[in-house]
T-cell receptor, first 116, second 113 residues
Framework: GDSVTQMEGPVTLSEEAFLTINCTYTATGYPSLFWYVQYPGEGLQLLLKATKADDKGSNKGFEATYRKETTSFHLEKGSVQVSDSAVYFCALSSNAGGTSYGKLTFGQGTILTVHP | DGGITQSPKYLFRKEGQNVTLSCEQN?????MYWYRQDPGQGLRLIYYSQIVNDFQKGDIAEGYSVSREKKESFPLTVTSAQKNPTDFYLCASSIEGAKNIQYFGAGTRLSVL
């Protein structure tokens, strides 16, 4: 079945540091890939997405490129801020087997803490 | 403001007691979902509903039940069969044309006394 694996956390960085959170996936066919973010005390919000190979999703300075050859969708940001402290979830949506109800398969989440 | 409202934010139940978590949305979305967020395991789908009066089991439906009598509402009942001491539940919704882009509520944390 489908699965998503994220790098182990937590990740602790100083403000303005470079961020990478690794995400790899296993899926049948051609899934869509997502990064969701969960700020403290809130639900998840869609951060960015990519629907086909070599697509780059970007938002709020974050970027991720859909790499089919390495089955990866790593999240990057060039200069993090304290306000980026949150839990980040990688997810995929696959239409394999005729599923069309929007099933999302999530990774385990990576806690990011940014210090001033 | 449009959005998804989950209530209560914190809920306590006694062993053997069933409780119901509320989820209301005013986004006019057709599809709604319930997830359980387990530490270190991400989110797992409990139930989903694509239209009123229809719902389907997700990956971890045992110990739970739902109803979808109105488009705006998708309550989740946690039965006494669910043994975890503390769980965090998230409700989500999506539009017909983009079901994999889901909008989430802020969650309900359920604890067993």
């Amino acid at each position: 079945g489908d699965s998503v694996t994220q790098m182990e956390g937590p990740v602790t960085l100083s403000e303005e540091a470079f961020l990478t959170i690794n995400c790899t996936y296993t899926a049948t066919g051609y899934p869509s890939l997502f990064w969701y973010v969960q700020y403290p005390g809130e639900g998840l919000q869609l951060l960015l997405k990519a629907t086909k190979a070599d697509d780059k999703g970007s938002n709020k300075g974050f970027e991720a490129t859909y790499r089919k050859e390495t089955t990866s969708f790593h999240l990057e940001k060039g200069s993090v801020q304290v306000s980026d402290s949150a839990v980040y979830f990688c997810a995929l949506s696959s239409n394999a087997g005729g599923t069309s109800y929007g099933k999302l398969t999530f990774g385990q989440g990576t806690i990011l803490t940014v210090h001033p | 403001d449009g959005g998804i409202t989950q209530s209560p934010k914190y809920l306590f139940r006694k062993e053997g007691q069933n409780v119901t978590l509320s989820c209301e949305q005013n986004l006019n979305h057709d599809a709604m979902y319930w997830y359980r967020q387990d530490p270190g395991q991400g989110l797992r789908l409990i139930y989903y509903s694509q239209i009123v009066n229809d719902f389907q089991k997700g990956d971890i439906a045992e110990g739970y039940s739902v109803s979808r009598e109105k488009k705006e509402s998708f309550p989740l009942t946690v039965t006494s069969a669910q043994k975890n001491p503390t769980d965090f539940y998230l409700c989500a919704s999506s539009i017909e044309g983009a079901k994999n882009i889901q909008y989430f509520g802020a969650g309900t944390r359920l604890s067993v006394l």
